[in-house]
């Protein structure tokens, strides 16, 4: 994998370990020579994660709406900057460039990013790998929904298969390896 596309809050969030793993994250990302794609803002997760690729040395390349220049504190140091008109198109450009996803803990926005991303694999947009990087358990009650939504009869089985989950930054980019 030379390329991974990471979905990401724009907050730190309240728990040093999200900052601290996040950081562990990109450090691996510039040792292995996997290039960051992401959303390009300066602020929370995504910009301790881009900051940590670049101070390892590794490229990243940051893709944002036009309109959300305004709104969100651009990453003034990375790589590569693409701007899109849309969010649609921005989500399509990270998919275009990404050999697969990790997504971080976040809000709202991770969650839509994560979900469409796993919907396109379910119905064959894509067959890249999809992966929680589950710090203190983020995405447990994630994991435990998903089970529920299996059991209940609403997601195949096999469909659990489409997202990898760990919470060691080297066991998810070789569970990712080994699947892509």
Same mark, same amino acid.
């Given at each position: 994998?030379?390329?991974?596309?990471?979905?990401?809050?724009?907050?730190?969030?309240?728990?040093?370990?999200?900052?601290?793993?996040?950081?562990?994250?990109?450090?691996?990302?510039?040792?292995?020579?996997?290039?960051?794609?992401?959303?390009?803002?300066?602020? +929370?997760?995504?910009?301790?994660? %881009?900051?940590?690729?670049?101070?390892?040395?590794?490229?990243?390349?940051?893709?944002?709406?036009?309109?959300?220049?305004?709104k969100e504190i651009?990453?003034?140091?990375?790589?590569?900057?693409?701007?899109?008109?849309?969010?649609?198109?921005?989500?399509?450009?990270?998919?275009?460039?990404?050999?697969?996803?990790? %997504?971080?803990?976040?809000?709202?926005?991770?969650?839509?990013?994560?979900?469409?991303?796993?919907?396109? %694999?379910?119905? +064959?947009?894509?067959?890249?790998?999809? %992966?929680?990087?589950?710090?203190?358990?983020?995405?447990?009650?994630?994991?435990?929904?998903?089970?529920?939504?299996?059991?209940?009869?609403?997601?195949?089985e096999d469909n659990?298969?489409?997202?990898?989950?760990?919470?060691?930054?080297?066991?998810?980019?070789?569970?990712?390896?080994?699947?892509?």
């Amino acid at each position: 994998m030379k390329r991974i596309c990471v979905f990401a809050g724009s907050s730190q969030g309240n728990d040093p370990a999200y900052l601290e793993k996040t950081q562990m994250l990109g450090k691996l990302f510039a040792e292995k020579g996997i290039e960051l794609v992401y959303g390009g803002a300066k602020s +929370g997760l995504m910009g301790v994660l %881009a900051d940590e690729v670049l101070k390892g040395g590794g490229n990243v390349t940051g893709i944002m709406p036009t309109r959300l220049f305004e709104k969100e504190i651009v990453h003034p140091d990375i790589t590569t900057m693409v701007e899109v008109e849309t969010l649609h198109e921005r989500k399509s450009k990270m998919s275009e460039l990404a050999d697969g996803y990790i %997504a971080l803990p976040g809000g709202f926005g991770t969650f839509e990013e994560l979900f469409e991303t796993i919907s396109w %694999a379910q119905i +064959g947009i894509h067959t890249k790998p999809v %992966a929680l990087y589950n710090i203190k358990g983020y995405y447990t009650p994630l994991v435990n929904l998903i089970d529920h939504a299996i059991q209940a009869g609403f997601v195949p089985e096999d469909n659990r298969d489409l997202i990898i989950n760990s919470d060691h930054p080297e066991k998810l980019l070789e569970l990712m390896h080994h699947k892509g």
